[in-house]
């Protein structure tokens, strides 16, 4: 679980003091996860901590490699749409040396969190992400030692329930306590290899052609690959985990949620712009991955087809 979009604050919070009672639970979390050998497991199972113990909903966990040159931050374990935990080691983004300092400099402001409004998002396979709608996102920054050594995201993209403060205050605590278990660990710790190292070659180009042209059929990449359909959609569907036709149709989405994001209002030309072939097709995948349709989810106006029709002939 992340968002690119980190530039300006909207809302830095120092929190009120915990009653009492509260802090039990976040000093047992630390105190579990201080007993674990293997590192991977330990930020696995603080991201379920971060869930059971102090109740925020969905949080994914990234941390800053310290072989990078740049100020990159790569995910370890978040958390999915149906609240389970899920792999996020092949997530990698970068901080400008602002950002960074600016997360160093919380502390000394008063600040425990930076809180803004974003666009939410889900990874969903390689390289594709689901957009959730605008919602809160805060980033918890992990500090020891005076220094960064990652983020904890958090949001209420499932519920849409409204910032909590106290809780926000106990994920800050427990973030504190879980860099201070991290930095002695992160110089031995190895990102494990990626999905895409793993895949096969002819797996990679199906990608590659994806994202060139998401409209590319089974039918179509298969001749291109001397391979039968059928054997495409197996094993395409065993290597990356969803089937050709939902992967497809979700890179569909995230060029449809680029094209309203760069101002073009009319439902119906983003979606055509996009890569469907047709408002019913759009409308159908939409309301299959969301529940709902455009209309109702983003409260805008929906241009049918019926209503550019009407347009031509006026």
């Known amino acids: 679980m992340v968002s690119s979009e980190l530039r300006a604050t909207t809302d830095d919070r120092s929190a009120s003091p915990f009653l009492p009672g509260e802090l039990g639970p976040v000093l047992s979390a630390a105190d579990e996860l201080a007993g674990y050998a293997d590192t991977d497991q330990l930020l696995r199972r603080a991201v379920e901590l971060a869930r059971e113990r102090i109740g925020v909903e969905r949080v994914g966990l990234f941390l800053r490699d310290p ?25 990698a983004h970068e901080f400008e040396p602002a950002e960074a300092q600016m997360f160093c400099n919380l502390q000394a402001t008063g600040a425990l969190w930076h809180c803004r409004e974003a666009m939410l998002r889900c990874p969903q396979g ?43 205050l106990g994920l800050a605590v427990f973030c504190s306590l879980l860099a201070g278990l991290i930095l002695p660990r992160r110089s031995h710790f190895r990102w494990p290899a990626t999905a895409a190292a793993q895949q096969s070659p002819w797996v990679r180009s199906v ?23 059928g054997h495409l959609a197996r094993s395409f569907k065993a290597e990356v985990g969803v089937s050709l036709v939902e992967y497809r149709n979700r890179r569909l989405m995230d060029r449809f949620f680029l094209a309203v994001e760069r101002g073009n209002g009319n439902l119906l030309n983003a979606a055509l712009e996009a890569g469907f072939g047709s408002y019913t097709q759009f409308h159908r995948v939409y309301k299959r991955m969301f529940g709902t349709s455009p209309r109702e989810q983003r409260g805008a106006r929906m241009v049918t087809p019926v209503d550019a029709e009407k347009r031509s002939r006026a």
């Open 67 to 91: 072989r990078a040159k740049q100020l990159l931050v790569r995910g370890t374990w978040g958390t999915g749409m149906d609240g389970e935990t899920t792999d996020e080691h092949d997530l």
């Open 126 to 168: 390689l390289n594709g992400t689901t957009e959730l709608g605008r919602g809160w996102l805060v980033v918890t920054p992990l500090l020891a030692a005076r220094e960064l050594i990652g983020v904890m995201y958090n949001d209420s993209a499932r519920s849409r329930t409204r910032f909590d403060e106290r809780k926000q």
């Open 207 to 229: 990608l590659r052609a994806l994202e060139e042209n998401p409209r590319s059929s089974g039918e179509h990449l298969a001749r291109q690959l001397s391979i039968s359909a």
